[in-house]
């Protein structure tokens, strides 16, 4: 794979490397909607409250995804260089530095879930919910960092297929844990909220357990070293410098959903749900996303990695455009069909007009976000991951919560207004970051490898 991004065709290789991505993705949204689909059936109230938790449950896993992209921008620099040491001393660091991450998450999680939620707002017929699933979720933190620090590691090395097999293993044991832990089952008794919770743990850890695994064999292109497992100041720090940026803005972001979250919930239990399903949709659309930025973030790596600047700004620029134009397709479909979507998980006719409400001014501006997420890819490729950090706090902070907040309690526009405010954001937070983008001062490698490949 390395000879083909760095010579290949760059749409055809973009391709390979994003469809595995592109299924692995699908199959995570799949996680929210199976939840999504029995959690219906029990009532709006237990529909509502995984929604209220997510926004905390993935501001702690916010530090888990910036430091695994450090994990394969170094992986993909390293490997794009031929420098095979250096790769696996990065990844062992990773690893154990992401370990110690999880455990602090995981405790501050449980202890300040019902702190956390009441100053959400959250309604006081969800609250109890809402905490059980997020102590629930959070104990699950250590395998939920291992499963980041698997897929980033290999993404690094340009596999994206593996994580791809493991994901429809953890999907499929989903499938079967929901209903048995949601409902009941023989000996088992129905725990609803809570059995959705056990069975996102439990699945999301077959990944974890399998992936660490084949690291420690070294049978996917990298290989985890016992010697450098035991945290090292100077690797760390590089982990840090590279990883540091990103996860101040997955960490920001993560907080401004929070925030955002408390928007939502202000307007009471029918707004939360047809948002939570409405957030359960796009992320389908967002599938064509995360491909995309996956292929992109590993070919400029590399690219930049092995001194060929020039292909990592032609792979840059057609990628951004591919990217953008497949979103506005995908965008305009499900907008045009968001009422029968939205009766396929519930069949409350306040929350399917709410939620018609919300894709019909919302959906349009996904592919935006597209153009948003694909640039701050080529940025984190390239190691450069201030104007992506930068960029991002000023598209949620400064546009989403600012202009929701103004238009929906300021103005009093109600779910409109709020609605409203998110969609401007992703708008104009996309032709900012392309327009630094335009600059061209990504295209400076962060690292300088040792060209004498490991024995």
């Known amino acids: 794979?390395?000879?083909?991004?760095?010579?290949?065709?760059?749409?055809?290789?973009?391709?390979?490397?994003?469809?595995?991505?592109?299924?692995?993705?699908?199959?995570?949204?799949?996680?929210?909607?199976?939840?999504?689909?029995?959690?219906?059936?029990?009532?709006t109230q237990a529909l509502s409250a995984p929604t209220v938790a997510w926004p905390v449950i993935f501001t702690f896993m916010s530090l888990g995804i910036g430091f695994q992209m450090a994990g394969s921008t170094l992986v993909a620099q390293y490997t794009g260089a031929g420098d095979r040491r250096g790769a696996n001393r990065a990844a062992s660091q990773v690893v154990s530095f992401l370990f110690l991450l999880s455990v602090g998450a995981a405790m501050i999680s449980w202890g300040l879930a019902p702190l956390i939620l009441r100053l959400m707002r959250t309604p006081q017929d969800i609250f109890p919910l809402s905490v059980t699933y997020l102590r629930i979720v959070g104990l699950g933190f250590p395998l939920m960092y291992g499963m980041f620090a698997f897929s980033g590691l290999l993404l690094g090395v340009g596999d994206t297929k593996t994580p791809m097999y493991l994901m429809g293993l953890s999907v499929l044991a989903n499938a079967i844990l929901d209903p048995v832990l949601i409902f009941g089952w023989g000996p088992l008794p129905p725990l609803g909220v809570a059995g959705a919770a056990f069975a996102t743990v439990a699945s999301r850890g077959v990944i974890a357990v399998v992936g660490l695994g084949l690291l420690a064999t070294g049978r996917v292109g990298v290989r985890l070293c016992p010697r450098w497992l035991l945290p090292r100041w100077g690797e760390i720090r590089k982990i840090l410098q590279v990883g540091g940026p990103n996860a101040v803005d997955h960490l920001a972001t993560s907080l401004g959903f929070v925030v955002l979250m408390g928007l939502v919930a202000g307007f009471g239990t029918t707004v939360v749900a047809a948002y939570g399903v409405g957030q359960r949709l796009i992320h389908l659309i967002n599938v064509a996303?995360?491909?995309?930025?996956?292929?992109?973030?590993?070919?400029?790596?590399?690219?930049?990695?092995?001194?060929?600047?020039?292909?990592?700004?032609?792979?840059?620029?057609?990628?951004?455009?591919?990217?953008?134009?497949?979103?506005?397709?995908?965008?305009?479909?499900t907008v045009l069909l968001r009422v029968p979507l939205y009766r396929l998980f519930i069949s409350d006719a306040e929350v399917i007009a709410e939620g018609n409400r919300f894709l019909a001014i919302f959906g349009m501006s996904v592919p935006f976000f597209g153009l948003f997420a694909a640039t701050s890819a080529v940025f984190r490729g390239a190691g450069h991951t201030v104007p992506p950090m930068v960029a991002s706090l000023i598209r949620l902070w400064g546009l989403r919560i600012l202009s929701s907040w103004a238009l929906a309690y300021g103005l009093g526009l109600g779910e409109v207004g709020l609605w409203t405010g998110m969609a401007l954001s992703n708008f104009l937070g996309g032709g900012m970051l392309y327009g630094w983008f335009l600059r061209g001062t990504w295209k400076r490698k962060v690292v300088e490898p040792e060209r004498v490949p490991a024995p």
């Open 1 to 43: 794979m390395r000879k083909r991004i760095l010579e290949g065709p760059i749409l055809k290789t973009m391709l390979a490397l994003a469809w595995p991505v592109m299924v692995s993705n699908a199959l995570q949204a799949l996680y929210n909607l199976i939840d999504a689909f029995w959690l219906g059936k029990v009532s």
């Open 289 to 333: 996303i995360w491909g995309a930025t996956t292929a992109l973030l590993t070919m400029v790596g590399q690219n930049l990695g092995a001194d060929q600047p020039q292909r990592a700004e032609e792979i840059a620029r057609r990628g951004i455009r591919s990217t953008f134009g497949v979103l506005m397709a995908l965008a305009l479909l």
